[in-house]
T-cell receptor
Framework: LAKTTQPISMDSYEGQEVNITCSHNNIATNDYITWYQQFPSQGPRFIIQGYKTKVTNEVASLFIPADRKSSTLSLPRVSLSDTAVYYCLVGDMATGRRALTFGSGTRLQVQP | EAQVTQNPRYLITVTGKKLTVTCSQNMNHEYMSWYRQDPGLGLRQIYYSMNVEVTDKGDVPEGYKVSRKEKRNFPLILESPSPNQTSLYFC??????????????FGDGTRLSIL
């Protein structure tokens, strides 16, 4: 299974761009990279997913280098409501043979 | 409204008393999964199911059972709960297209306390 490593915590201020990097050295060819956000007492919520290069949606961007051994979640102009734990997930459901494993998560604290 | 529903949301019980946490999804998803979340350990997968009657172990299956008799339901069974199973549990579901990874939809969680 591809293990992921993320910083335990990060601090930022409102309006800044935040980049959270996830390391996944043993990522397999069929693995996708998915990021989730979790608020206290709630289930994780999907943010963005990618396989290679760059993916952008209305809330975030995901940068994946050519070797795919890491990925960076970029949150533009964060607000207080972005304070949450962010999880990087690497896995492949297409084969149905491997369980999905969450990393330990990065606790982002946004200050006013 | 598309959702994953877990019941109960909170439960305090005693060691050895069998319990079941139900999970139901209304999105016709093939894939369902159970996770437990403990401080400092993130989310760890207990069991998952690719479809009806197809289940497999995740990272921490010991002490748990699951069944998938219907597509929409995926109950988590603790036959003889112990205090080390005190945790926050999440059920999740997603489509399985067979060609790509699909994001998971999570329930609101079940907080279990085993005394």
């Amino acid at each position: 299974l591809a293990k992921t490593t993320q910083p335990i915590s990060m601090d930022s201020y409102e309006g800044q761009e935040v980049n959270i990097t996830c390391s996944h050295n043993n990522i397999a060819t069929n693995d996708y990279i998915t990021w989730y956000q979790q608020f206290p007492s709630q289930g994780p919520r999907f943010i963005i997913q990618g396989y290679k290069t760059k993916v952008t949606n209305e809330v975030a961007s995901l940068f994946i280098p050519a070797d795919r051994k890491s990925s960076t979640l970029s949150l533009p102009r964060v607000s207080l409501s972005d304070t949450a734990v962010y999880y990087c997930l690497v896995g492949d459901m297409a084969t149905g043979r491997r369980a999905l494993t969450f990393g330990s998560g990065t606790r982002l604290q946004v200050q006013p | 409204e598309a959702q994953v529903t877990q019941n109960p949301r909170y439960l305090i019980t005693v060691t050895g008393k069998k319990l079941t946490v139900t999970c139901s999804q209304n999105m016709n998803h093939e894939y369902m999964s159970w996770y437990r979340q403990d401080p400092g350990l993130g989310l760890r997968q207990i069991y998952y199911s690719m479809n009806v009657e197809v289940t497999d172990k995740g990272d921490v299956p010991e002490g748990y059972k699951v069944s998938r008799k219907e597509k929409r339901n995926f109950p988590l069974i603790l036959e003889s709960p112990s205090p080390n199973q005190t945790s926050l549990y999440f059920c999740a579901s997603s489509p399985w297209t067979g060609v790509s990874n699909q994001p998971q939809h999570f329930g609101d969680g079940t907080r279990l306390s085993i005394l």
